[in-house]
Each structure stands twice: as C-alpha cells, then as structure tokens.
C-alpha cells in the first residue's frame, strides 16, 4: 500500500514541477547552475571511465577470440556495438544515478531538514518547480554527455586495440565501420533521454519528500540511489525489447 | 487582524491542536509560549498555510485562507515574512542575496534598486559588513538578523518567528527582541513570535498566548502575566528561581 503511494506521490510531484512557473530571470539563472553541477562537473569522471572501459571491452573481445576464422576487424565492431548500444546510455547512467542522483537528494534532502524548502513555500513559491524544474531541464543535456562517452569509449578501445598488440588501427577502423545502423544511435539517445528522466526526478522525489535529520539524508540518498538504478535496469530491458526486436 | 478559530490538526494518532482560538492584532507583538511539545510550531505552521488544519478556521484582515484559490494563497504568502528557529538561510547564496532573494522573486525593481533596498534592511539589522559572506560563515546571531532581514525586505504585513533566540546568547537574544520589536512599531506590521524563553517574554510580549497540550490555556499581556493565579502558567513561567523573585517583587511594588 506505502508503494502504490510513492508512486502516486511521484507522479504527483512531476505534475506539480510544472505548475506555477518560477520568474525567468531567476530560472535561467537556476538552470545554468545546475548544468554546470550535473552536466559539465560530471564530464570529468564520465570521460574518465568510459575511456578505460572502452580499453577493457577491446581486450576482452580480442582475447575471447581465438578461432583464426574470425576476422581481426570484429573486435572494433564488437567494442563499437558494446559501447553505443549499451556501455554508454546504461552503464553510464547506474554511474550517474550514483554521483548526479546522490547529489540531488543530498541537496534537496538538507534543504528540507533545514527548512529552505519550508522557507520557499512560505514565500508563496513552488517549491518544486525552483527545485526540480532546473534539473529536469539540465538533464536534458545529458545525451551531450553520453555522446562524449560514446566517443571516449571507442577511442579507448582503438588505444587499447593498437597498444596492446591485439589489431592494427586499419582493423580496428574497419571494424567500427562494419554493419553501421543509425537508428541504433537514435535507440541509444532514446533510452538516454528516458534515463535523464528518471535520474532528475527520482532523486528529487527522495529528497524532497524525506523526513527527519541528518541519518535520515544519507539513508534517502542511497534509497534513491537503489530506485534510480532498479528503473533504469527495468526500462532498459522494456525499451530495447520495444525498439530492437 | 489575524483570526483564528477552533483550530484542530491531527498527525495520525496524535491530536496536536485541540480547538484554538485567538487573535493576533496589528503592531503587536505577540508570543506563543508553551513547553516543548505543546504545538507552539504545528500552530505556527497552520498560520503560515504549510500545515492544513483539519477543522476550524484561520482569518487574515477577514479572508478565510482556505477559502481562498492557490493565486490568492500565493499573494497572500508573498506579504508575511517568516523567521525559522534554524534561520533558514540559503546555503548556496551569498548574505545578500538570501535578503534579495524576495524582492527577485516578486518585484520587477532594478538591480541597483534592489541592492539599495537590501542595504537599507541589512543595516536596519546592524549588518553593514557581511553582504558577501556565506551563512556558513555566520554567527548564529548573525544568522537570525540575516533571517530578519530577509523577512521584511518585501515590506511584508505579517511576520512570523519560530524561537527566534533560541541557541543564542542571553545579550544576543535580547538585541534580537528588541529588533522585532522596533520593526513591528516601525512598519505597523503583525508579529507572531513562538517562544520559550522567559526573558522575550517579560520584554516584548505585547500578547502572550499560553498553549498546553494542544490547548490554550491562558491568554493576556506580559502585565497581566505577573498577577495570574492560573497555576499552570505560573508553574510553566515562573520555574526558575529568578522569575519567583521577579514576580514576588513586582507584586510587592505594585501593592
């Protein structure tokens, strides 16, 4: 029953980030903030792991073949589906779901222990929208990041690939080139877009609905940090079911 | 006029407000005293509108706040000013810009207009020095003076305060009375100020609303305090050694 009224709180809760609109100048302000939190202060370690996750697929894939049969081409195939179709949109957002969505209900979750949030709506202002609205709209940039992390990722492998002995960069090349379709991009960015979603509104909800002090912070951090990443392993597997097969 | 009547509100099991009902009038400051737990701040928060009651009604200048739509409930909240007991100072902005924060919300003022207004209430509040600083770099009197500023940037008609002296010091507290005081005779605002402390009690409490488990159990001013029988305030107010002496003192010279 407490579920069914999370759920309903939820989606309560995105309706009302809508409503009652936060004064322009004041959002724009708000919005640029939190890209520079969420978007640009996440780049750092997303390039970081993707980069060497990259590398780690390429060497896997070029090891687990062993049959001469199999052209040397396919790793940078394999590292380029691997990284594009699931590496990227998925692995990376359970990362984010950690660093942005910790963030998050950590900001807002003090927010209310300290009463800002009570202070805001006091004010006469929508707490949700001042909160919330802003991250939704800077995570909408987030397919920026993955794409950054696309790249990183391949490259990675290519560095990977050549340095370590197991292709030439003419194979590897080739490899990512093979059997290129498109939509699988726009597949990507789709479950990306969704992904955003869930990683500026779930955290916010934990956050902006917690009780208590401190303890109560860090125990709603690490909830939202487990719902994020349950949602993003469910919609992950709905969606490729819905656009790939 | 702030006018409240038969106030209930409930949390689950527990029944915190058990029908209140009083007055709060035009520049006259007045306190809610009560021991912890007494539902001094779930009456607090009832006035402020963060809290719905479940029966009973809250009148401001003769407007029944729940019978008003979300526009005129977001209006009228834009017109009180509210002090929390942690001071509720925004973390990420500046001294300043917690005090602008009002007037970029609900005024179309310039910026220089709004930084002359901020300094005018920031030195209203003998801040002249700390536009720039954090509220974590802030003393907790500091804090509370910011808070107050904050709260009457906008010229508001209401002001509320919840504890607004507590964890500071005996001389801090008394500046802090004081300010609300002069700035509820200054702007002829109404001031709504929950409290345990004894001291704002016998200072500044033009009104005192006495509130034990939920329900109101005495009501006057800080002269009619002195020469209650009511046992259960005398026995909350006068607990310490000190307001025994004080009482007995002012009876013995008005006698």
């Known amino acids: 029953m407490q579920y069914l009224h999370n759920i309903g709180t939820y989606f309560l809760m995105i309706a009302e980030m809508f409503r009652k609109p936060t004064k322009w100048s004041v959002m724009r302000t708000l919005i640029l903030k939190d890209i520079d939190d969420l978007i640009i202060g996440s780049l750092g370690i997303v390039a970081f792991i993707s980069f060497f996750v990259g590398g780690v697929v390429t060497i896997q894939t070029a090891l687990n073949i062993s049959n001469p049969l199999i052209p040397k081409y396919l790793v940078g195939f394999a590292t380029r589906q691997s990284v594009i179709l699931e590496f990227a949109p998925t692995f990376i957002s359970i990362i984010m779901a950690g660093k942005v969505g910790s963030f998050i209900t950590s900001s807002i979750g003090t927010m209310r222990v300290t009463e800002q949030i009570d202070a805001l709506e006091v004010m006469g202002i929508n707490a949700l929208n001042y909160l919330v609205f802003p991250k939704f709209i800077a995570l909408m940039l987030y397919p920026f990041v993955i794409s950054i992390a696309m790249f990183l990722g391949v490259i990675g492998g290519m560095a990977a690939c050549v340095y370590g002995g197991f292709s030439t960069l003419e194979d590897y090349i080739t490899g990512v080139q093979t059997d290129f379709i498109p939509f699988h991009i726009a597949y990507a960015f789709i479950k990306t877009i969704v992904f955003a979603f869930l990683l500026a509104t779930i955290p916010s909800y934990y956050g902006f609905y917690m009780r208590g002090g401190a303890l109560e912070v860090g125990k709603a951090s690490t909830s939202s940090f487990v719902w994020t990443s349950v949602m993003i392993i469910l919609l992950n597997y709905i969606l490729t079911q819905m656009l790939l097969s | ?255």
């Open chain 2, 1 to 255: 006029m702030i006018e409240v009547k038969n106030l209930e509100k409930s949390f689950g099991d527990a029944h915190i407000l058990k029908g209140i009902s009083t007055t709060f009038e035009k520049g006259k400051t007045s306190l809610v005293i009560g021991q912890s737990g007494s539902g001094k701040t779930v009456f607090l928060k009832c006035l402020l509108g963060l809290f719905t009651p479940e029966s009973g009604t809250i009148s401001y200048d003769g407007k029944i706040y729940s019978k008003l739509s979300d526009d005129e409930k977001r209006n009228l909240r834009a017109k009180m000013g509210m002090v929390f007991q942690g001071s509720a100072l925004f973390d990420s902005m500046t001294i300043a810009e917690n005090v602008m924060f009002p007037l970029r919300m609900f005024t179309k003022q310039t910026k220089d207009e709004m930084e002359d207004r901020v300094n005018f209430v920031l030195k209203r509040v003998n801040l002249t020095d700390a536009h720039h600083k954090m509220p974590s770099e802030a003393s907790g009197g500091m804090q509370k003076r910011v808070a107050i500023a904050r709260a009457i940037v906008n010229n508001p008609k209401y002001l509320f305060c919840d504890e607004p002296n507590s964890g500071l010091d005996p001389k801090t507290a008394m500046v802090i009375d004081n300010l609300i005081q002069e700035i509820t005779d200054e702007y002829n605002i109404i001031t709504v100020i929950n409290s345990h402390d004894m001291n704002s009690v016998m200072e500044i409490g033009e009104k005192i609303v006495f509130l034990k488990d939920g329900l109101k159990a005495w009501e006057g001013s800080k002269e009619n305090i002195f020469k209650t029988d009511n046992k259960v305030v005398t026995d909350f107010v006068y607990s310490s050694e000190l307001f025994k002496k004080v009482r007995k003192m002012y009876i013995e010279e008005n006698e």
